[in-house]
């Protein structure tokens, strides 16, 4: 069921004969903005009009003659200067309702020509624990794949994770110098958390008195990604050798996470790490080193990388599993790494790669930076395993689509890689980075908590439902017969609502902008908030409890549905309109646009609902096609948000 898309239909059909090329006339059948006008408007016979030398007023007639619309439309109006004006018939509005009704689609149809999509999200870097950046990525991404799989696609996830970068040099030298095994046992991400912000002091010392040699190496690897301006959050220090490689625009590392504050106490102080430093004279060349055998195979790091990797995925999970999302694959970029040598081989021996400096590139036309495959000391990077990832992915999956869910200051790398994919003949495969916005604080810059550290993601959500289970429990004091909820279910609800704010928060804001992160307003009980809609369902809900209606019969045999009132009405249109959002949210992937429409089924919902009685209606015919409607409402809202990966309650 989806309105626009069958109007559009019928004027293809109107419009052959009459335009060269009517199909690009479609764009012009779109939702009214005033009720008055109709529920949805066509607007080409002005250019029309134009291009066939003929009066638009005359020209929009013409069009309305050889429209078939009768069995949706009421008859088209022509206004102004040539606007054709649709109303959707009543009847055709209930008819498509009561399908919906007995169909868990909700009466949308899958698509006609379902594709194989890829979808690249979240995908942190594992030796750090995931912080309020990783919320977009997931989140947005985790909306997109499920509503391309409700809509009908093949779709794979996978969780492109970082698990090789050269942060694990530091913290393999970390391990072999300073771990406290004991510490470790008890808890250890708090002890490599420890170990690596030692050993970034350390190296941080040594890069402040380190010679220009140093200096120039550093600026020569950052120059690999130019584009990447660093956001005023990061905290990584000019000397640290780990940039080499990082993704562009990636985040800083383990220490800074939410444990921050207590991985501050422990680090070592001024004296200590004087003699440390000491101790240490060529942390850098020895970081740098540990990495290196890593890569070479070295038995021994590798096992501690394993070691390392399996407390960060421990760690990870949990957060996904509190998120409630799940990956059909984490191959992280360890996977392909045994692939590189090949992939780099094939690219120097079709031409497509050139030594530069010693270094490995590829100049793409267009883009003045090329992008490195291979530095000088045989080291791949990032770039090198992405285009490995797409080797791979085409030849297991055949997508026709990839997704990549990532940073906005990615997108130069994205740029890059598509167009060497191209030059390798994947010119088939549809590559696509979705990108997104910067979370900022409510001072307007990228956000931190108090202490500057970025907050851990794990904290964020404890902080989130702390201040949601405080809402719950004003809202069942509250309650005219008083509380209802016990302490268990309160609990309960506080979880779902703390993390859908979180969530929402972020869907609801148009991906390409920054957007501001304000507990308070993602959990406020009115507005565009989860919240608001967690409530909005369950009150609709709550009317079959108080009514003692099982919404079942009402499914199964649909009743007559009265829509005279013009808020049945509203609500009615509203409700049909739902295949409409999703295809408006998959054009660009912009879940927004779902939220968008939810918020509106709410607020329609909420006339609707202010005007007419349900339980208390004149009679049985009105009360039961009002039941529908609520039922509908219930249901849409419900699966919509499920689309957004949110969770919905019956009782609040
Ligand atoms: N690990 C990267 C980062 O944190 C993101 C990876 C995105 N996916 C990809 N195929 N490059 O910046």
């Keep these: 069921m989806n309105p626009l898309n069958e109007l559009r239909r019928r004027f293809l059909r109107a419009l ?45 007639q013409a069009i309305i003659d050889r429209l078939e619309l009768s069995d949706i439309c009421e008859p088209p109006e022509i206004a102004g200067p040539g606007f054709i004006n649709l109303r959707l018939r009543n009847d055709w509005l209930a008819a498509q309702l009561r399908q919906a009704a007995n169909n868990d689609r909700l009466g949308v149809a899958p698509v006609e020509q379902p594709r194989t999509y890829i979808v690249d999200f979240s995908a942190p870097n594992v030796a750090k624990p995931l912080h309020v950046g990783h919320i977009r990525s997931t989140v947005i991404g985790d909306a997109i794949n499920r509503t391309l799989r409700f809509v009908g696609h093949q779709v794979i996830s996978d969780n492109h994770v970082g698990d090789w970068g050269t942060q694990f040099g530091i913290l393999l030298y970390g391990w072999r110098h300073f771990l406290d095994h004991e510490a470790f046992r008890r808890n250890p991400v708090l002890e490599l958390i420890r170990v690596y912000r030692l050993v970034h002091q350390l190296l941080e ?26 956001p005023a959050d990061a905290s990584l220090p000019p000397g640290e050798p780990a940039s080499a490689d990082r993704a562009p625009g990636a985040e800083q590392p383990i220490d800074s996470d939410g444990a921050g504050g207590a991985a501050a106490q422990l680090a070592a102080g001024p004296a200590e790490l004087e003699d440390l430093s000491r101790a240490h004279p060529n942390i850098n060349a020895a970081v740098l080193a540990e990495t290196a055998k890593l890569h070479h195979g070295d038995p021994e790091n590798r096992r501690i990388w394993q070691e390392i990797i399996d407390v960060c995925r421990g760690l990870i999970g949990h957060v996904y599993q509190r998120l409630g999302v799940e990956f059909d694959v984490t191959l992280g970029e360890s996977f392909y790494e045994p692939m590189l040598p090949e992939v780099v081989a094939n690219l120097v021996a079709r031409g497509i790669a050139q030594e530069s400096h010693g270094a490995l590139c590829v100049f793409v036309e267009g883009i003045e930076t090329p992008m490195i495959v291979r530095k000088q000391d045989g080291a791949f990077l990032y770039a090198t395993t992405d285009l490995a990832t797409i080797v791979y992915r085409m030849n297991r999956w055949r997508p026709d689509v990839i997704l990549y869910v990532v940073d906005h200051r990615q997108s130069l790398h994205f740029r890059q890689l598509f167009a060497v994919a191209r030059l390798l003949g994947y010119d088939q495969v549809d590559l696509r980075h979705i990108s997104f916005g910067t979370v900022l604080g409510e001072d307007g810059r990228p956000f931190k908590t108090r202490s500057g550290a ?17 809402i719950v429990a004003e809202n069942d004091d509250a309650k005219p017969g008083g509380p209802e909820l016990s302490p268990e279910q309160r609990a309960q609800i506080a979880e779902a609502v703390g993390i859908a704010a979180i969530k929402y928060a972020d869907l609801s804001q148009n991906r390409t902008s920054d957007y501001v992160f304000s507990f308070e307003k993602m959990l406020a009980m009115t507005g565009n908030t989860a ?37 049945e009405r509203a609500l009615a249109l509203e409700l049909v309109r739902f295949g409409e959002s999703l295809d408006l949210m998959l054009a660009d992937f912009r879940p927004n646009q779902l939220t968008a429409y939810l918020y509106d089924l709410a607020n329609c919902y909420s006339a609707f609902f202010e005007s007419c009685p349900v339980l208390r209606a004149e009679n049985d015919r009105l009360r039961l096609s009002r039941l529908l409607l609520c039922d509908l409402t219930a249901r849409t809202l419900q699966k919509g948000l499920e689309l957004l990966g949110i969770n919905v309650l019956e009782r609040m």
Excluded: C, H, W
């Design 16 to 60: 052959n004969g009459l335009a060269d090329r009517p199909e690009e006339q479609l764009d012009l059948v779109r939702r009214s903005q005033d009720a008055r006008f109709g529920d949805y408007q066509a607007n080409m016979a002005m250019p029309l009009a134009k291009a066939l030398r003929r009066p638009p007023r005359e020209v929009a």
């Design 205 to 230: 010392r040594q890069s402040q008195t380190e010679t220009k040699d140093a200096a120039n190496v550093v600026a020569r690897d950052e120059s690999e990604f130019p584009e990447t301006d660093e």
């Design 454 to 470: 970025l907050l851990g993601l794990e904290r964020l959500l404890d902080e989130a439902v702390a201040q949601a289970a405080r």
């Design 531 to 567: 919240t608001y809609m967690q409530y909005a369902y369950a009150r609709v809900r709550s009317i079959f409890a108080k009514g003692g209606v099982d919404p079942q019969s009402l499914r199964s045999s649909p009743p007559p549905l009265l829509l005279d009132t013009a808020a």
